[in-house]
């Protein structure tokens, strides 16, 4: 598998480290460093004013000495940590902080107007410094007149020191920046990387038709729904595939036995294996035959008009106690062979409902169908009415083989049988139950079972009960 979505948060981590170092070593020095002259240089000229206005004028005043005013200077600089001088008019140096310095020097070339409009000056000031300096610069007036000037000198050396030690805290800054980057990076991959390449690797699985592989997360968040949410649909999809299986052979199954057996009877009967007299039996056998066949493919039919939502529905009211009554009554010749009896425990005289009366019935016989056949000679079938808010519930109760647990939820598919009834009586076609349901969905109402293995079943079924006439 590529690892693609990795690799580019790879790339893009790196890229990161490497673009923020970039950032740092250009751009945050160059602003750092014009910051840094910025206010060196408008902390020297505020100097220089001051060291122009107050002492440097005593000394042209004469209230002041010039050695008085030469140590005065030489204690600001040691303090400022820079070269302060002043200057006559010709360039000519009168003091200099600097204690190893003659102040007889003169300045070649000096020329006060090439600092322009600007009070300062950067670089090595008429070759006085060997190396880059900033000279801010104030004159010294007395009466209107210039006299000389104050200059303070700092070597630009010094502001690039103190900038690269700024520097050096950005860089620690941005290391434990990219130290967090790569703390999310571990977090990144444990937490959404990692359970991602184990969903998409468990959909190709399933894509390949394999649905046994889950996806093990446990994480009560997105990423464990998602994964949960998956296995879910994989299960499903896995039993899909097997109860289309099962459904295909189903109905071959349903379909080929009758059509086997009348096959052989009229192969039997055409080639003169069952003689004349003996026709009569078979052929009656050829009609239950294909009376089943009939009735599978009616049922089929009938499924599949329900399938199609708002199939007609011919809602009415109606006694249901009677109708259980009389579907009860239709059944007589069956229970008779088999020895059941009937007990009905209906509410009241009447009890009446409004619902599609013949589809109702149909509910009714196929569920009393199933509880005769698959109850043991001589037992007893249960039917029971109660009125319970503003529903009439109908039970069909009966102490016959019951249905296996696994099976309960999938007696409602269509042609589903369980083992139990499937060697027993093959002549169900497993659609009785999955007609029942759409019936009763289509009333809008719900059908719920309880069953035992081995003691019995009920089906109990809600309908609504019809609105009695409010008296004028
Ligand atoms: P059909 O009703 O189409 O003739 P059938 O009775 O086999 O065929 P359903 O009525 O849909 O099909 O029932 C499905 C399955 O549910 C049955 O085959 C049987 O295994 C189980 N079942 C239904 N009712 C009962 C019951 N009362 N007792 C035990 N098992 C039942
Ligand atoms: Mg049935």
Avoid at 242 to 263: C, G, W, Y
């Amino acid at each position: 598998m590529k690892r693609t979505l990795y690799l580019k948060f790879l790339l893009g981590y790196v890229l990161f480290g490497i673009l923020g170092f970039i950032t740092v070593s250009t751009l945050t020095s160059h602003l750092t460093l014009n910051y840094l002259k910025k206010q060196t240089i408008s902390s020297l000229y505020r100097e220089t004013n001051l060291l122009a206005g107050n002492y440097a004028s005593n000394y042209y005043r004469g209230t002041m000495t010039l050695n008085d005013v030469e140590s005065h200077f030489k204690a600001v600089a040691t303090y400022f940590d820079t070269d302060i001088w002043v200057v006559d008019r010709n360039g000519h140096i009168l003091i200099n902080s600097r204690p190893d310095s003659a102040n007889d020097e003169t300045i070649q070339n000096f020329d006060i107007s090439s600092f322009g409009t600007k009070y300062y000056q950067e670089g090595t000031f008429f070759d006085m410094f060997s190396e880059n300096t900033l000279s801010v610069f104030s004159p010294i007036t007395i009466g209107y007149k210039v006299r000389g000037y104050v200059l303070i000198h700092k070597p630009l050396s010094e502001l690039t020191a103190y900038k690269d030690g700024l520097l050096n805290i950005s860089y620690i800054t941005l290391a434990l920046i990219f130290l967090c980057a790569f703390i999310v990076l571990i977090l990144f991959t444990f937490i959404i990387y990692i359970p991602i390449r184990k969903m998409t690797r468990a959909a190709k699985d399933y894509s390949s038709g394999n649905f046994d592989t889950k996806i093990d997360i446990h994480t009560n968040d997105e990423m464990g729904y998602l994964a949960n949410s998956i296995n879910y649909m994989a299960t499903e999809l896995s039993t899909l595939e097997e109860d289309q299986r099962k459904f295909i052979a189903n109905v071959s199954h349903d379909f080929r036995s009758p059509l086997t057996s009348i096959k052989g009877y009229i192969e039997a009967i055409m080639d003169g294996t069952i003689p004349h007299e003996g026709q009569d039996k078979y052929l009656n056998i050829i009609l239950f035959e294909t009376e089943r066949l009939n009735k599978l493919t009616h049922s089929m039919l009938e499924l599949n008009k329900y399938g199609v939502k708002g199939s007609m529905m011919d809602i009415g009211d109606f006694d249901i106690n009677h109708t259980i009554k009389m579907v009860v009554q239709s059944f007589e010749g069956t229970c008779k062979e088999k020895k059941i009896s009937f007990e009905l425990i209906l509410t009241g005289q009447t009890c009446i409902v409004s619902a599609d009366m013949s589809k109702i019935q149909q509910v009714l016989y196929n569920l009393i169908d199933n509880a005769i056949k698959f109850s043991h000679p001589e037992s007893s079938i249960t039917i029971e009415t109660t009125e319970k808010n503003e529903k009439v519930f109908i039970s069909v109760k009966d102490t016959g083989i019951g249905i296996p647990k696994d099976s309960i939820k999938k007696i409602w598919e269509r042609f589903y049988k369980t083992d139990l009834s499937r060697g027993k009586d093959k002549r169900g076609t497993g659609l009785g139950l999955a007609i029942v349901k759409e019936i009763i969905s289509s009333h809008n109402e719900n059908i719920n079972v309880i069953s035992t293995e081995g003691v019995g079943t009920e089906f109990i079924f809600t309908l609504p009960m019809a609105q009695k006439e409010t008296e004028l």
